[in-house]
């Protein structure tokens, strides 16, 4: 008897020490795979990232990823830049109901760690899944030097001005830039709050002709008819740089863009087009001196080629700038601002607050 109880004991021991063994093995590996979601995932092919990491994993049915680009630079010490990034990346998780957000952040490195911070405090907040990328911006604007080079002549204000960095031409060679293997788009300015699901700005990839490259939405101020005075003087029955409401082309606001990246890279026009001499034809035919970038491009591609450029609906790019409107075109202005419908993206342009709702 007295053998019987003490194998009994021994028995319980082991059983025991199994029992606890797997509760130790089961929860470690549990803590592995949690702590995996915040771990450096492997570069894109192609894209020459910085480093890529998982904000927050889900369980929950596959959803369709979408890629969203925006730029987020000399960040550090700038608390409205900061604010700019919190408001948009709040903005496009929480509205993302029927998409993964896939996010691609054009940085240089002081600027990626508070962005890695900014982004790690909305996924705690809002609890769902998006993935990150980072870009190294002066690798890309090495990548890319002449195509800014082919730019800055023509929409830049002066040398060393806001919008001569080369960071406001990048968006021109995105399709370069982004992986092979992604074939659809859209780059925001952080300055934009979302109010409605980003998946719905990816359907109207769907309604684009068959030689759209980019679609961007409508400039909401006079600053063609203002930079196209002369060409307007010379051509008076020309609707380049009227409101949209009178049956003009008011030009395109990048703010919002939208790429077809695989027809891009399958172009043979659009390489022609955004070579120097080619650009600087374009700029003298229609007496072009802008001061905004990518943008200047955009619009002059829209006025010459508008089979390339699709022109969104307003409400997705609702700009809210009213310096036009304090410097000689307060009677006109109102005209260009006309947007009717829902307003889907807020874009606080010029530093202009963003209405909460």
Known sequence: MRVFHKVLINLVVVVTFLVLFYVYNTSDSLLNRNSADETMAPASDGSKPFASFLVNSSNSTPKEEVDVWCIF????GNAPMKYKLLTFSHSLLESANSVVVSL???VDTSSQRIAQEILQGVKETLKKGMKVTFYDVNQIAKDLKSLVAAMQPHFSS???SYYSDSLFFLSLGLHHIAPSTMTRAVMFDIDTKL?????KLFNLFDSFGNDTLFALAPELSPVYRHVLYTYRSQNPTSKIGDPIVTGGYPGLNSGVILFVLDK??????YPQLIQASNVTALAQKYSFK?????QDFYTLLGFEHPELVSVLPCNWNRQLCPWWSEHGYREV?????????KIHVWHGNCNTPIPAS
């Not at 109010?195 to 998946?199: E, I, P, T």
């Not at 891009?264 to 026009?269: E, F, G, K, T």
Request: net charge neutral.
């Open 73 to 76: 630079t000399k960040a550090a």
């Open 104 to 106: 691609h952040v054009i």
């Open 158 to 160: 002066q040398p060393g």
């Open 195 to 199: 109010r409605s699901d980003v998946g």
């Open 264 to 269: 891009l890279r399958m172009s043979a026009q």
């Open 290 to 294: 802008g001061h905004l970038g990518d």
């Open 333 to 341: 202005m109102p005209q260009y601002a006309h947007c009717e419908g």
